[in-house]
């Protein structure tokens, strides 16, 4: 059954549970059966009601059990079979979260009773105290079990080794349990979950920080003691999202970055789009210690095609000059980047690759690389300047409207170089034609969002969102018939579709592309100042 976050964020005090103990004739399940089933339900520290039988198992007590439980093969005979007692237990736990100690235990024993007479498994979510003790109690008992955490915590029930005894001492525990809970944050069942799967105890000592936030979607800050700020993430649930740094992040960095935290920081956005685009402006200004991705924007470089010269060739440069005709691709996200698209168009045309000026007097001999017949020399007078043009301006429509007239000669020359089992070779220029490939999706994107001019789009019933040339004006939830005087203004440049892409804008500018292209099937369109033609 799939759960809402709302559903999973209930406060602990508005959960019902039900605290399950079974006796058995062994500890195989299915090879050996239920003798007895004791369980309690619970609601806000209060008992509501308690379920209790012996089973009759149709099968010995072997005599160690029998020690164990004090449950004898006569005691069990007048009992009810366990397909008789399912459905009033299944009843009795309705949805209520299952609770247990060593729970496994006792819902492997259920589940393989229900499949054996034709019912589904258990579909309720699962608490189990002994997970909850190791990560609460751990240090401080010689032990986990059920006897031991008992007597630490002083319950009224001590556990005998019956079904009911045994699930009102877990029930007791529990809620000693949740009250330790709480001194660390965990205050909602989403939180009770995950707790056992939260790794190390200086973790779990700050699992406080993420009590105050919200499940809500928006942005979070990692601040350190001095209140700088360490990280900035994004998150639909910010609440679950924080939380997942303390149980299943794996990340090398996460143990580092919660050592040093000091306080979690977050603002709240009207959906996934605001949250991203803010996350992406927040790392720009401040850029946290320990975010790699969007933070190395001034490093960015652009592949500049040289129209300004009789001889145009490609070169890489770190920024564009304003109205000085040539054409830009990017900014991509390195030099090295911008130079393996270099590398691939001119492997799939013959534009100059030497940056000598050409002058009126020839050169005595063709550039090294005219002399290896990849690229032609004007330098050395070797081709006309008419037809030197008609490569510039193949060149050009590559990279402006036909990508094909570029991508198609590595494709061949990539198949050549396989066909003679130069498969190194073959490779690189795979991964140039790749790059190439990338560069260009990403400009056309780019290109029409910047095209399109003012543009309003909506999910219908979730929110929407106004751009200005691809930059985001505004953003909403819900319905914007009632929610539009709420719509949250961010502040944001000039935009405009003149001229290559500024380097600082283009995460963004990315960011909500990828927003439209993911959303494209549900996406309405209700305004747009120019054309939007996006590859979706």
């Given at each position: 059954?799939?759960?809402s976050?709302d559903?999973?964020?209930?406060?602990?005090?508005d959960?019902?549970?039900?605290?399950v103990?079974?006796e058995?004739?062994?500890?195989?399940?299915?090879?050996?059966?239920?003798t007895?089933?004791?369980?309690?339900k619970?609601k806000g520290?209060?008992?509501?009601?308690?379920?209790?039988?012996?089973?009759?198992?149709?099968?010995?007590?072997?005599?160690a059990?029998?020690?164990?439980t004090?449950?004898?093969?006569?005691?069990v005979l007048?009992?009810?079979?366990?397909d008789?007692?399912?459905?009033?237990?299944?009843?009795?736990?309705?949805?209520?979260?299952?609770v247990?100690h060593?729970?496994?235990?006792d819902?492997?024993?259920?589940?393989?009773?229900?499949r054996a007479h034709?019912r589904a498994?258990?579909?309720?979510?699962?608490?189990d105290?002994?997970g909850?003790?190791?990560?609460?109690?751990?240090d401080?008992?010689?032990?986990?079990t059920l006897?031991?955490?008992?007597e630490?915590f002083?319950?009224?029930?001590?556990?005998?080794?019956?079904?009911?005894?045994?699930?009102?001492?877990?029930g007791?525990?529990l809620?000693?349990?949740?009250?330790?809970?709480?001194?660390i944050?965990?205050?909602?069942?989403?939180d009770?979950?995950?707790?056992?799967t939260?790794?190390?105890h200086?973790q779990?000592?700050?699992?406080k920080l993420?009590?105050?936030?919200?499940r809500?979607?928006?942005v979070?800050?990692?601040?350190?003691?001095?209140?700088?700020?360490?990280?900035v993430g994004?998150?639909v649930?910010?609440?679950?999202?924080?939380?997942?740094?303390?149980?299943?992040?794996?990340?090398?960095?996460v143990?580092?970055?919660?050592?040093?935290?000091e306080?979690?920081?977050?603002?709240?956005?009207?959906?996934?789009l605001?949250?991203?685009?803010?996350?992406v402006r927040?790392?720009?200004?401040?850029?946290?210690r320990?975010?790699?991705?969007?933070?190395?924007?001034?490093?960015?470089?652009?592949?500049?095609?040289?129209?300004?010269?009789r001889?145009?060739?490609?070169?890489?440069v770190?920024?564009?000059?304003?109205?000085?005709?040539?054409?830009?691709?990017?900014?991509?996200?390195?030099?090295?980047?911008?130079?393996?698209?270099?590398?691939?168009?001119?492997?799939?045309?013959?534009?100059?690759?030497c940056?000598?000026?050409?002058t009126?007097t020839?050169?005595?001999?063709?550039?090294?690389s005219?002399?290896?017949?990849?690229a032609?020399?004007?330098c050395?007078?070797?081709i006309s300047?008419?037809?030197?043009?008609a490569?510039?301006a193949?060149?050009?429509r590559?990279?402006?409207?036909?990508?094909?007239?570029?991508?198609?000669?590595?494709?061949?020359?990539m198949?050549?170089l396989?066909?003679?089992e130069?498969?190194?070779?073959?490779?690189?220029?795979?991964?140039?034609?790749g790059?190439l490939?990338?560069a260009l999706?990403r400009?056309?994107?780019?290109?029409?969002?910047r095209q399109?001019?003012?543009?309003t789009?909506?999910i219908?019933g979730?929110?929407g969102a106004v751009l200005?040339?691809?930059?985001?004006?505004s953003a909403?939830s819900?319905?914007?018939?009632?929610?539009?005087?709420?719509?949250l203004?961010?502040?944001?440049?000039?935009a405009?579709?003149?001229?290559p892409?500024?380097?600082?804008?283009i995460?963004?500018?990315a960011?909500?592309?990828?927003?439209i292209?993911?959303?494209?099937?549900?996406i309405?369109?209700?305004?747009?100042?120019g054309?939007?033609?996006?590859?979706?």
């Open positions: 059954m799939q759960r976050f559903d999973l964020g209930t406060p602990l005090c959960v019902t549970f039900v605290v103990d079974l058995t004739t062994g500890g195989a399940p299915g090879a050996h059966a239920i007895e089933i004791g369980a309690v619970l520290g209060e008992c509501l009601g308690t379920f209790q039988t012996l089973v009759n198992p149709q099968a010995p007590i072997p005599p059990i029998t020690y164990l004090g449950i004898t093969q006569s005691m007048p009992a009810p079979k366990i008789e007692v399912l459905p009033a237990f299944l009843e009795f736990a309705g949805d209520a979260v299952l247990g060593n729970v496994r235990f819902a492997s024993h259920l589940n393989a009773a229900l034709g498994k258990l579909h309720q979510r699962i608490v105290t002994c909850l003790a190791r990560r609460l109690v751990r401080e008992v010689p032990n986990c006897s031991t955490l008992s630490y002083r319950v009224g029930h001590r556990p005998t080794h019956r079904a009911l005894d045994d699930a009102l001492a877990t007791e525990l809620h000693c349990l949740l009250e330790r809970a709480g001194t944050g965990v205050t909602g069942l989403d009770l979950l995950a707790l056992p939260v790794k190390g200086p779990l000592s700050k699992l993420v009590t105050n936030l919200p809500k979607p928006g979070y800050l990692f601040r350190d003691r001095n209140g700088r700020v360490l990280y994004k998150a649930d910010i609440r679950r999202r924080v939380r997942s740094y303390f149980s299943g992040d794996e990340r090398r960095k143990g580092q970055l919660l050592r040093e935290a306080a979690i920081d977050h603002i709240v956005c009207s959906g996934e605001e949250a991203s685009v803010l996350e927040l790392i720009h200004e401040l850029a946290p320990f975010n790699r991705q969007m933070k190395r924007w001034k490093k960015y470089a652009y592949l500049k095609l040289t129209l300004d010269e001889f145009p060739r490609l070169s890489v770190k920024a564009p000059k304003a109205g000085d005709g040539c054409l830009y691709l990017g900014p991509l996200g390195s030099a090295g980047t911008a130079r393996a698209v270099a590398d691939a168009i001119e492997a799939a045309t013959p534009i100059r690759r940056s000598a000026k050409v009126k020839p050169r005595s001999a063709p550039c090294a005219a002399q290896l017949g990849v032609a020399c004007p050395a007078h070797a300047e008419a037809d030197y043009a490569i510039v193949l060149v050009v590559g990279l402006t409207r036909e990508p094909a007239l570029l991508l198609a000669p590595l494709a061949a020359k198949t050549a396989a066909a003679a130069r498969y190194e070779e073959a490779a690189t220029v795979r991964d140039r034609a790059a490939s990338r999706i400009q056309r994107r780019i290109d029409s969002l399109a001019g003012r543009l789009v909506e219908p979730e929110g200005d040339h691809g930059l985001l004006v909403w819900g319905d914007r018939s009632a929610a539009s005087a709420e719509a203004p961010l502040t944001t440049e000039t405009t579709s003149d001229g892409v500024p380097r600082h804008l995460d963004e500018l960011c909500v592309a990828a927003w292209e993911a959303k494209a099937a549900r309405r369109l209700v305004a747009c100042e054309g939007l033609a996006l590859p979706l």
